[in-house]
Structures are given as structure tokens and as C-alpha cells.
């Protein structure tokens, strides 16, 4: 399995950006998708998650109704819309896939950066 990030940027706050996240190499073992973020000098976060196989989606908190994440099944990629950005959100966004509830992917990430 294969996960590419993309769509970060360089934003004002206030604004918007939708992250993808395309995969390869997906199989029917895969139970979720999901984003995690890292902001400078601090430890990896859970974000948003949905069930691949299935409906069902999962948000941290801190999320606050800014973020959507969403699926494209016949496109395999993975989505993460977030709206009334603000500079907390600044760091790097990754995409992840579970396989069984055992293995667990990541992709390399896409950095977003949030101007105040």
C-alpha cells in the first residue's frame, strides 16, 4: 500500500484548502483511512478517520466542525477539507490506511501552513 499526500499550501487564516490523500496497492483488508497532523515541536495527532469499507466517520475534538473528511472509493483517495483555517492548524498533515486493525500505513505528509 502506497499513500500520496497533496493540496497543502501556504494559506491565510480564515481560509480553506482540501487535502488529498491517493492510494495504490489498497486491498479488501483495509478497514480505515484516515489523517493525523504534526505541528513544529510536537507529537503526531489524530485528526479525522472514515471507514474504507464501509460508512462511518470519526473527528478529533479540536476539530470543531472545520474539517470534513471524506472518501472517493472509486478514485481511492482520501480527503480532508478544512475550512476557517487558523494558525494552531499550521504543521504537517499524513494520511494514513489500517489493514486489519494490524498494519498500518502512512504517507509522507503535506505540509500546511496557516498566515495569521
Known amino acids: 500500500v502506497q499513500l500520496m499526500e497533496s493540496g497543502g499550501g501556504l494559506v491565510r487564516a480564515g481560509g480553506s484548502l482540501r487535502l488529498s490523500c491517493t492510494a495504490s496497492g489498497l486491498t479488501s483488508d483495509i478497514r480505515t483511512m484516515g489523517w493525523f497532523r504534526q505541528a513544529p515541536g510536537k507529537e503526531r495527532e489524530f485528526v479525522a478517520s472514515?471507514?474504507?469499507?464501509?460508512?462511518?466517520?470519526f473527528y478529533r475534538d479540536f476539530v470543531k466542525g472545520r474539517f470534513t473528511i471524506s472518501k472517493d472509493k472509486s478514485k481511492n483517495t482520501l480527503y480532508l477539507e478544512i475550512d476557517d483555517l487558523e494558525p494552531e492548524d499550521t504543521g504537517v498533515y499524513y494520511c494514513?490506511?489500517?489493514?486489519?486493525?494490524?498494519?498500518?500505513?502512512w504517507g509522507r505528509g503535506t505540509q500546511v501552513t496557516v498566515s495569521s
Open positions: 472514515v471507514i474504507w469499507s464501509g460508512s462511518g466517520e
Open positions: 494514513y490506511a489500517d489493514e486489519n486493525g494490524e498494519t498500518r500505513y
